[in-house]
Nanobody, 124 residues
């Protein structure tokens, strides 16, 4: 079974930037790869996704224009470039892999493989 390992989290000031990476243990071609996050006391929520089938990128409204998801199929990695960070971006960030249809790719249940998460803390 595929394994996912996130890295790149840390502490950053409001307005700063971070780049998260997620390395897969096997080929990611054929998979939709996504980032989710979970803030303290809140449910896990969709952040961004990149589909294999059409290469389209999808974002939550809360991060659109600030976050950029990308994938490198040759290296089996995905990244999340985050700029203009806000305190409300503080959360554990998880990468996920699955084969959802477009209508479900924002749903947690659509993904079969998850990483263990990396903490992002934005201080004001």
């Amino acid at each position: 079974q595929m394994r996912l390992v996130e890295s790149g989290g840390g502490l950053v000031q409001t307005g700063g930037s971070l780049r998260l990476s997620c390395a897969a243990s096997e080929q990611i071609s054929g998979y939709t790869l996504a980032w989710f996050r979970q803030a303290p006391g809140k449910e896990r929520e969709f952040v961004a996704a990149t589909r294999w089938t059409n290469g389209n990128l999808y974002y939550a409204d809360s991060v659109k224009g600030r976050f950029t998801i990308s994938r490198n199929n040759a290296e089996n990695t995905i990244s999340l470039q985050m700029v203009s960070l806000k305190s409300e971006d503080t959360a554990i960030y998880y990468c996920a892999a699955g084969r959802p249809i477009v209508s479900t790719l924002r749903m947690i249940s659509a993904y079969t493989t998850w990483g263990q998460g990396t903490q992002v803390t934005v201080s004001s």
